[in-house]
């Protein structure tokens, strides 16, 4: 293959946001250089997590969509639900389906999703949308964004991005492309590739800003009780605030054979919902710009508040890069008690959030 440098200019039909792929082609490379330039300015001092959403957000950024991080994952409804059972740590997920697809749909982007069927059928699959500019979210148990290919596909170096695993940046070789992720699972629809194309782009409109208010105040407020050994809404979250209290329950149980993982309900399960408190606070603050007739000032302030207790867990009994001093911090009932007052201090200002909210509500819009 000759060397050539492939420029793509897109510029949005306002003229506000330019996006320019830079995808280099030389002695079997084909990789998207700028991959992060559409979303590395976005450095928050709290992050929002939760890993599908924040693949798909840089897709559909890198795809010539102005929208902020906290819209977006606003608007797909996550921040509306909160899931909490101590042994089944997977039910922070359950909804990933259903978000994805809503937040594309009123992004104004198009999904285009391909189950390949091989290896090597999504390795074509990869060199294909990545020579026309287009990264691809790749399904895995944390999702990742692949940007990059370089070699033949008997010797192929996948490049991938992902904010917890790769924030930088990973390359995998054929042997760690079939180990790491065609074979983790069995089931196809987890094998599913997406890429993302620019539709009606997006526009924050009333309805939609009050919609996601509602959905909001719905999930959390009226989400309550417990279902299957699974709580939701307010009710999931003053249950984890009890059996952190409680000497009963051990939470550094960690069994990989039998899916059981109570370590992550102080780490991605629940980093994963409450940061959702950031992403709808910042929201209505976006709101509050664009239709400042609109009164949620109190409704963002004891949101504000409740994001300051959920950050004094953190500090008291949240993850750490030290794993060992981790894992004692959780094993300490007296931390663990500290920390649950915190979440019960949240869960204050949540109730003070969602009555002021719920007045705005009724109040005849």
Same mark, same amino acid.
């Given at each position: 293959?000759?060397?050539? *440098?492939?420029?793509?200019?897109?510029?949005?039909?306002?003229g506000?946001?330019?996006?320019i792929?830079?995808?280099?082609? +030389?002695?079997?490379?084909?990789?998207?250089?700028?991959?992060?330039?559409?979303?590395? @300015?976005?450095? $928050?001092?709290?992050?929002?997590?939760?890993? $599908?959403?924040?693949? !798909?957000?840089?897709?559909?950024?890198?795809?010539?969509?102005?929208?902020?991080?906290?819209?977006?994952?606003?608007?797909?409804?996550?921040?509306?639900?909160?899931?909490?059972?101590?042994?089944?740590?997977?039910?922070?997920?359950? !909804?990933?389906?259903?978000?994805?697809? +809503?937040?594309?749909?009123?992004?104004?982007?198009n999904? +285009?999703?391909?189950?390949?069927?091989?290896?090597?059928?999504?390795?074509?699959?990869? @060199?294909?949308?990545?020579?026309?500019?287009?990264?691809?979210?790749?399904?895995?148990?944390? $999702?990742?964004?692949?940007?990059?290919?370089e070699?033949?596909?008997?010797?192929?170096?996948?490049?991938?991005?992902?904010?917890?695993?790769?924030?930088?940046?990973?390359?995998?070789?054929?042997?760690?492309?079939?180990? *790491?992720?065609?074979?983790?699972t069995?089931?196809?629809?987890?094998?599913?590739?997406?890429?993302?194309?620019?539709?009606?782009?997006?526009?924050?409109?009333?309805?939609?800003?009050?919609?996601?208010? #509602?959905?909001? @105040?719905?999930?959390?407020?009226?989400?309550?009780?417990?279902?299957?050994?699974?709580?939701?809404?307010?009710?999931?979250?003053r249950?984890?605030?009890?059996?952190? +209290?409680?000497?009963?329950i051990?939470?550094?149980?960690f069994?990989?054979?039998?899916? !059981?993982?109570?370590?992550?309900?102080?780490?991605?399960?629940?980093?994963?919902?409450?940061?959702?408190?950031?992403?709808?606070?910042?929201?209505?603050?976006?709101?509050?710009?664009?239709?400042?007739?609109?009164?949620?000032?109190?409704?963002?302030? *004891?949101?504000?508040?409740?994001?300051?207790?959920?950050?004094?867990?953190?500090?008291?009994?949240?993850?750490?890069?030290?794993?060992?001093?981790?894992?004692? #911090?959780?094993?300490?009932?007296?931390? #663990?008690?500290?920390?649950? !007052?915190?979440?019960?201090?949240?869960?204050?200002?949540?109730? #003070?959030?969602?009555?002021?909210?719920?007045?705005?509500?009724?109040?005849?819009?």
């Amino acid at each position: 293959m000759t060397s050539e *440098n492939c420029i793509l200019f897109y510029i949005d039909f306002l003229g506000v946001f330019c996006v320019i792929s830079i995808t280099i082609k +030389k002695g079997g490379i084909l990789v998207l250089t700028d991959y992060m330039r559409a979303w590395q @300015h976005d450095d $928050p001092t709290l992050k929002i997590e939760y890993g $599908p959403l924040d693949i !798909l957000w840089k897709l559909v950024r890198y795809s010539g969509v102005d929208i902020s991080r906290a819209a977006f994952f606003s608007i797909s409804g996550y921040p509306s639900t909160f899931f909490y059972s101590r042994d089944v740590f997977w039910v922070y997920d359950i !909804l990933r389906s259903e978000v994805i697809r +809503k937040a594309a749909n009123l992004s104004g982007v198009n999904l +285009k999703a391909f189950t390949p069927e091989s290896i090597d059928d999504a390795l074509n699959f990869f @060199h294909q949308s990545i020579g026309r500019g287009v990264p691809v979210y790749a399904s895995w148990f944390e $999702p990742i964004l692949v940007y990059g290919l370089e070699g033949s596909s008997e010797r192929p170096s996948l490049k991938w991005h992902n904010s917890v695993f790769a924030p930088d940046g990973l390359s995998w070789n054929r042997e760690d492309i079939e180990n *790491n992720w065609w074979k983790w699972t069995e089931e196809s629809s987890m094998r599913v590739l997406l890429t993302v194309e620019k539709g009606s782009g997006y526009k924050l409109t009333r309805a939609t800003f009050i919609s996601v208010l #509602r959905e909001f @105040h719905e999930g959390m407020k009226s989400g309550q009780g417990e279902k299957n050994n699974t709580w939701s809404g307010f009710d999931a979250i003053r249950t984890y605030a009890a059996d952190m +209290k409680n000497p009963e329950i051990d939470f550094t149980i960690f069994d990989q054979e039998s899916k !059981l993982n109570r370590v992550a309900w102080m780490d991605f399960a629940i980093y994963s919902q409450w940061t959702q408190f950031i992403a709808i606070r910042d929201f209505i603050q976006e709101g509050i710009e664009v239709f400042p007739e609109l009164k949620l000032t109190d409704v963002r302030d *004891n949101l504000s508040e409740v994001i300051y207790h959920w950050s004094e867990w953190e500090g008291k009994i949240g993850r750490l890069s030290d794993e060992e001093l981790f894992i004692r #911090r959780i094993a300490d009932l007296q931390i #663990r008690i500290h920390a649950a !007052l915190s979440v019960e201090r949240s869960l204050d200002a949540l109730r #003070r959030a969602l009555e002021a909210l719920e007045n705005f509500l009724k109040g005849g819009l």
